[in-house]
């Protein structure tokens, strides 16, 4: 306004124009350049706002955090980190959203504008591009871990969720970018993925699509409905995770006609806001054995579906950071959205299995699981056959003179490959069962560990609010106490089986004992079971390990407790004087255990419901300390109102002996 004005006092000046006209010009370039100069200064303490939608996808977001805060101090940025979270969850709280965001940019304003914004995640970036009046105007904003196809927020007169249909579009489009200045989405190629499935599968009618309960399932829907108008000779069937739980989705999988195809989307989170991670895709697996399954999104890729053109999936923190750093230093450079391409991913050995011969795929199929040649495999030990053979024609050719001296020689070189077959057999038997332990302690660990790391690194980077840090710090202990709990049974059952662990051996009152136990699970249970305690006996005296009979006992009950609802859970003893044993069950009314699963639940990470939380050990570890003391353990196979476990205590033990 003050630049105008001199101008116009200039042109209504006519008798000296040329006088205020030149201090006009010197006015003019010292005023830009002093407010250059000053907002040069200021803009070097405005902060860079990061949003995140938070969703439940937390590690991807905190290692696309933790990156590009690394990345943008290595590359010599300045400004301070600011990190926003709308803490989105299932697509039910979705007419909030865009209120949450208006909230976060209306508390970056006037002074502490941001110097630019990157949002994370599908909901920030919905719930950006919704604003109207809100945005904060000439800030340049980046995106990432987002899709270019979705879907407009709905608002609050909305009249169901669960059967909204709404209109997919494209967020990269003139019309809907705002202000963005770069980053990088995703783009589903639902076309192809059709033509792929059709080009292996001619005869299909059907095809089945599943999708979860959240923004990223509703638009990727939402975009197959649009898509598939290009396919009107092809019947579309949603399976929709905002009117279903994981339990119904596998009711609904097994009513799918003949000739259909299954399209996987996304599955996280169910009509109860429930998350799912693999174990539902290994339910949905399961229950629909012989239809063909293709992914869109890598949703099941690697051991269930056969393939499909999916993106190529990675962190953009690092990335980001160098866009960051080119705008701030040149704010005149303009960058693109970077589209990440796809590409069609065949498992070859789910293409095998039904029957598909690699050389009909596509030309440029990238194919997992591919089994190397026979040479390829044992390249080494053909080799190292071929020398010693060599060695030894060599050896005999020379050795014509000596026949005594070559045969022994031979002989010793025999023993020796008959001991290096010896060794190597053991080597791989060692071999399969460190795999076995590992791939069964990673599915066990896998969970508290991601939730641990992701969370430590932003607690590390000291980014959020005081009570975030502190939310986040709850995580990182709960978590630590579950880990800390598989490592302690761990420990046990490895202790155990090496006869490392002596029982202390002492009189007990096992009744009290037994009373004691009860009380401990009555005072810290969170389910409304009912525990009971049923003896005849008021008082009796065993010899016996305290410590190692209540966790034997502990476990029992909190192996029921988990699979009782509502019920009655019943400690018993008794003593059966005819084989001199004192006899223990644990009775409870739950969901009880199928006739040929009796035995397995013994043995180690064996889980009836994978949907429970534990370990898989606590049952092992009550089968190893129960063979200690010279008793045994078992299902009662009469029981058949829920499940009871019945162990058995000599009367009679002898000391052990310390190692």
Known sequence: MLNRSLFIDCKMNSQSVRTYYTLFC???????????????????????????????????????????????????????????????????????????????????????????????????????????????VDIPVFSAMASRNAIILPDSTTSSLKKWMPESIDFISDSLTHQIEGGFVYEYNFEDNIKFIRSLYPAIENIAFISDNTYGGVSIQAYARKEMEKFPELNLILLDGRTHTIYTIVEELRKLPPNTALLLGTWRVDENDGYFMRNATYAMMEAIPTVPVFSITSIGFGYWAIGGVMPI?????????HQVINKLNDPHIHNQVVIIPNRLIVDSRKVEEVGIHLESLPSGTELINLDTSFYEEYKYQIWAGVTILATLTIALLVSLFFFVRTKRLKDSLEVSEAELRVAKEAAEESNRLKSAFLANMSHEIRTPLNSIVGFSNVLAMGVGTQEEQYSYSEIIQANSDLLLRLINDILDISRLETGKVTLTLEMCDVVQLSQQVLTTMEYSKKTTNKFVFESEYTTFELNTDNQRMQQVMINLLSNASKFTKNGTITLSFDVDKVNNKAVFAVTDTGCGIPPEKRDAVFERFEKLNEYVQGTGLGLSICKLITSKWGGDIWVDPDYNDGARFIFTHPLHIKTESKS
């Open 26 to 136: 010197i006015f003019t370039f010292i005023f830009f350049n002093v407010s250059f100069l000053y907002a040069s200064v200021a803009m070097s303490d405005n902060p860079i706002l990061i949003i995140s939608s938070y969703n439940p996808d937390s590690r991807n977001t905190a290692t696309n955090i933790s990156e590009f805060i690394e990345e943008y101090n290595k590359l010599g940025g300045t400004n301070a980190v600011q990190i926003e979270n709308m803490n989105c969850r299932s697509f039910s709280e979705s007419f909030l959203w865009k209120d949450r965001m208006a909230s976060i940019l209306d508390k970056y304003r006037g002074n502490n504008k941001p110097q630019l914004i990157i949002l994370l995640g599908q909901e920030a970036w919905a719930s950006y591009l919704s604003q109207e009046d809100s945005i904060l």
């Open 313 to 321: 999936y990675r962190n953009f923190g690092k990335d980001i950071a």
